[in-house]
């Protein structure tokens, strides 16, 4: 089992950045694509960003294309999203996920990851 857990999130103004980082344990996590989601009421969890086991290779939504970077730390096990320029349509619980499967590829869909973390708020106001 492997286990995520996310942290960073809160209320900030339009404009503001904020950093989200989830820790993983349980099982070592380098060799596996690792991604954010995020969701709001009475909404579908939707992708923001991926990223392959080596970082060499991430993907974003467009919605978030230029204002967002997601990196990682393999040898903390940490995985961060950096997000710039915040806007209210933002706001929403932000998810990290983790493909426990070996591959080069950055799945948008949520039925293609494997262990969730619990979520974080952000809150972003206008």
């Known amino acids: 089992q492997v286990q995520l857990v996310e942290s960073g999130g809160g209320l900030v103004q339009a404009g503001d950045s904020l950093r989200l980082s989830c820790a993983a344990s349980?099982?070592?996590?380098?060799?596996?694509?690792m991604g954010w989601f995020r969701q709001t009421p009475g909404k579908e969890r939707e992708f923001v960003a991926g990223?392959?086991?080596?970082?060499?290779?991430?993907d974003y939504a467009d919605a978030v294309m230029g204002r967002f970077t997601i990196s990682r730390d393999n040898a903390k096990s940490m995985v961060y999203l950096e997000m710039n320029s915040l806007k209210p349509e933002d706001t929403a619980v932000y998810y990290c996920?983790?493909?426990?499967?070996?591959?080069?590829?950055?799945?948008?869909?949520?039925?293609?990851?494997?262990?969730w973390g619990q979520g974080t708020q952000v809150t972003v106001s206008s």
């Open positions: 990223i392959t086991w080596n970082s060499g290779r991430a």
């Open positions: 996920a983790l493909k426990w499967k070996l591959t080069v590829a950055i799945p948008t869909s949520t039925d293609e990851y494997t262990y």
């Open positions: 349980g099982r070592p996590v380098n060799s596996y694509t």
